[in-house]
């Protein structure tokens, strides 16, 4: 039966600790006081269960908790900002239209091709004229934007105009 009282006690302990860590939300420490807080046994004994050591519980927990650094906080993350205008430029910046060299990766006779370009770039080329590429070719394209939304496989889908060898 002891051992239940002692657990009593203990539980009454890490409340009061508690309690007296959540009331001080002012932001200021505390003051510690002047004569430190009386142990209290254990033991089970009926004199450290009354009631005077319930009202040391909060005090030394006050203490302790004074004696603990702050936490430093981190600093608040960046937010985001509206712009004040609308850009004055495209943001998406396609590329424009004009030529692009590259090597050929699906070739035949159309409509759809394939075209890595030398900077990298992947073009899906669509064009109905019927010009014949052949995959592994260098070639020197003519690209337009196109307003169609058809799928020519992976990569930028470019309308392609002209097409002549490269070397």
Known sequence: MRSHHTFRVGIAMAAGTLAAGC???????????SAPAPVTSTTGSPAATGPSSAA??????ATAASQRPESSSPA?????????????????NLP?????????????????????????????????????LTAGDRVKVKVET??????????????????????
């Open 23 to 33: 009331g001080a939300s002012s932001g200021a420490p505390s003051p510690a006081p």
């Open 56 to 61: 040391t519980g909060p005090s030394s927990a």
């Open 76 to 92: 608040p993350l960046p937010t985001l900002t509206n712009p004040a205008k609308p850009p004055r430029e495209p943001t998406d």
């Open 96 to 132: 424009d239209n004009g030529w692009v060299a590259g090597m050929v990766t699906r070739g035949g006779s159309g409509p759809c091709y394939g075209l890595t370009a030398d900077d990298g770039t992947r073009y899906a080329l669509y064009s109905t004229e019927g010009i014949k």
């Open 146 to 167: 196109t307003l169609l939304k058809i799928y020519c496989g992976p990569g930028r889908l470019m309308a392609m105009t002209e097409a002549q060898p490269i070397g």
